[in-house]
């Protein structure tokens, strides 16, 4: 190979590892963003009964997805 070709794919190598570690970044931010959130929804007031409301309807929509009829052709 030519050395122009292996320095072509160095800066390539070297591109594709600070765009990983920038999702990597974005990724952690993201997580620790939803932690936080999940925290402060737990302590407004009628969390308890939300979280009960959508236990139920998690738990009876598998039903109404079976009743789909989807007609593909």
Do not use: C, F, W
């Not at 570690?21 to 932690?35: D, K």
């Not at 959508?54 to 598998?62: A, D, G, S």
Request: no cysteine; proline share 1%.
């Amino acid at each position: 190979m030519k050395e122009s070709k292996l320095v072509d794919m160095h800066r390539s190598v070297e591109a594709l590892k600070r765009v990983t570690q920038q999702v990597l970044n974005e990724v952690s931010h993201l997580r620790e963003l939803g932690i936080g959130t999940l925290e402060l929804v737990k302590l407004m007031d009628g969390y308890d009964e939300a979280l009960e409301k959508l236990q139920t309807k998690v738990t009876t929509k598998p039903e109404e997805e079976k009743k789909l009829d989807l007609d593909v052709e």
